[in-house]
C-alpha cells in the first residue's frame, strides 16, 4: 500500500474517531507525501458521514435504553447510517 493511501486511510480512522492530535498529524503527513487538497477533503468528507452516523445510531441506542426499564439490546440494522 502506498504513503497517499495510507495517510489518507489515517485521516478517515482519526476523523471518525474523534481525535484531534492525529487528524493534524495525519494530514500533516498526507500533505507532506504529495496528498492533494481534494483528495484530503474527499477523505474528511466521508470520515465526518461515517462519525455522523455511528453518533446517530449511538444516540438512538442509548434512548433506547434509558427509555426502557431493563437494557434490553436495540435491534441491529444492516449499517451505522453512514451511507
Do not use: F, W
Not at 492530535?21 to 500533505?31: D, I, L, T, W
Not at 441506542?61 to 427509555?67: G, K, S
Amino acid at each position: 500500500m502506498n504513503t497517499h493511501l495510507k495517510e489518507l486511510i489515517a485521516v478517515g480512522a482519526s476523523v471518525a474517531a474523534n481525535c484531534i492530535p492525529c487528524v493534524q498529524y495525519h494530514a500533516a503527513q498526507a500533505k507532506k507525501h504529495g496528498v492533494s487538497e481534494d483528495d484530503l477533503v474527499q477523505a474528511i468528507r466521508i470520515a465526518k458521514g461515517v462519525r455522523r452516523g455511528a453518533g446517530g445510531k449511538m444516540d438512538e441506542t442509548l434512548a433506547a435504553l434509558t427509555a426502557q426499564s431493563t437494557l434490553a439490546p436495540v435491534e441491529k440494522t444492516k449499517a451505522c447510517g453512514c451511507s
